[in-house]
Each structure stands twice: as structure tokens, then as C-alpha cells.
Antibody, heavy 118, light 106 residues
Framework: EVQLVESGGGLIQPGGSLRLSCAASGFTVSSNYMSWVRQAPGKGLEWVSVIYSGGSTYYADSVKGRFTISRDNSKNTLYLQMNSLRAEDTAVYYC????????????WGQGTLVTVSS | SYVLTQPPSVSVAPGKTARITCGGNNIGSKSVHWYQQKPGQAPVLVIYYDSDRPSGIPERFSGSNSGNTATLTISRVEAGDEADYYCQVWDSSSVVFGGGTKLTVL
């Protein structure tokens, strides 16, 4: 059974850093495209980043240069390093498996809440 | 960047058919995926590659895509279908979501 479990969210001051983790089971992270998607309170879904099976990474303009997506193959875990956090980064962050090039996000984690506030 | 436009809300009576549209420039040339999200829950894939249904999704859910509009159709709507629905495509190496449509079952 495919499962994704996010962790690492919390309250952080503006300008701070946080690393989110997404532990996967039932499949191999490194063999799949993996993505992060966020949802601000009361708002819609916003794509954040993707990492391809080959290792290429891509980011939304809103986080480019501040966030870094990575994975640890030995732990079968996806990460999102978030630096220089802003109030507008406050959201529930979901990790999701991608079906492949042009594919859907077929499995999602339950999400972890990041609150950026002083 | 590519923009997907969804109506903010759609209302339908139980047992009727709901149609949720997703507009985009020549969207018919792209693969469209649809997600259902209920309050406090993660999104769930309901339609992929325009019209395919994942296992466990009722046959009442169907999709189409042509020209500048993709459509998610929910037949014989039930109270449990009340949720937010999002369309999604890829634009180059980026994922694009529509703004979401709140489906209200009257």
C-alpha cells in the first residue's frame, strides 16, 4: 500500500528556515517523480516543486531561490528545505507522488502545517 | 505562464448531473487531471489523463477535454460529492492547478 507521511511543520518566524520531510512506503521515491504542493488557509492548491526520477528539480517562481527539494534514497524520503520564510508561505504542505511525465499526482500525504509569524 | 480558469462555485440538486469546467488556451492539447478535496482532507485524484478513473472512484465521475475547455461530469450527484474540485495540467516542467470549484449539493 502506498503511503506518504509528512512531518516537520510548525511555527517559525519570518526569515527563518524549516525542513519538511515526507516518508514514503509501498514504492520507491527515487524511481518516481515527486512533488510538493501547498494550500494557504482558505485558498486553493498551489504547486511548489517537483523532482524527477533522474534528479532534475523545478520550482514555482514564488519559492525559487528560497526552497530546495531533495530526496534520501536510503531513507525513501522526500524533503523540502525552506529558507527565508515569509508570512505568505503559511500553508499546509502536501507531498505527492507523480504518475510520470505529464501525469497526475496520484497519491498524497495528509499534509503538514507551516505557520510563518512573529 | 499557463492559466486554468474554473468557476468558483457550482450548485446541483441530488440525483442531477454536475458539470465543472476548466478553461485554458488550447487545453485540449494537454492532459488534464482532476482532484476532489473535502474539508480538512488531502486532495484525492478522481480523473486522470482527461477521462480515466482511478480504482475506487465511482463510474458517476467522468471527464472530457477538447478545444479550450475540459469538463468534469458527476452524474447522479450525491450529498457526499460536496467538495472542492481542482483541475491540473503540466506546463513545461511546472504543475498548474485551476483555482478550484466548490460543488454544493442543494
Amino acid at each position: 500500500e502506498v503511503q506518504l507521511v509528512e512531518s516537520g511543520g510548525g511555527l517559525i518566524q519570518p526569515g527563518g528556515s524549516l525542513r519538511l520531510s515526507c516518508a514514503a512506503s509501498g514504492f520507491t521515491v527515487s524511481s518516481n517523480y515527486m512533488s510538493w504542493v501547498r494550500q494557504a488557509p482558505g485558498k486553493g492548491l498551489e504547486w511548489v516543486s517537483v523532482i524527477y526520477s533522474g534528479g532534475s528539480t523545478y520550482y514555482a517562481d514564488s519559492v525559487k531561490g528560497r526552497f530546495t527539494i531533495s530526496r534520501d534514497n536510503s531513507k525513501n524520503t522526500l524533503y523540502l528545505q525552506m529558507n527565508s520564510l515569509r508570512a505568505e508561505d503559511t500553508a499546509v504542505y502536501y507531498c505527492a507522488r507523480v504518475q510520470g511525465p505529464g501525469g497526475s499526482l496520484d497519491y498524497w500525504g495528509q499534509g503538514t502545517l507551516v505557520t510563518v509569524s512573529s | 505562464s499557463y492559466v486554468l480558469t474554473q468557476p468558483p462555485s457550482v450548485s446541483v440538486a441530488p440525483g442531477k448531473t454536475a458539470r465543472i469546467t476548466c478553461g485554458g488556451n488550447n487545453i485540449g492539447s494537454k492532459s488534464v487531471h482532476w482532484y476532489q478535496q473535502k474539508p480538512g482532507q488531502a486532495p484525492v485524484l478522481v480523473i486522470y489523463y482527461d477521462s480515466d478513473r482511478p480504482s475506487g472512484i465511482p463510474e458517476r465521475f467522468s471527464g472530457s477535454n477538447s478545444g479550450n475547455t475540459a469538463t468534469l461530469t458527476i452524474s447522479r450527484v450525491e450529498a457526499g460529492d460536496e467538495a472542492d474540485y481542482y483541475c491540473q495540467v503540466w506546463d513545461s516542467s511546472s504543475v498548474v492547478f485551476g483555482g478550484g470549484t466548490k460543488l454544493t449539493v442543494l
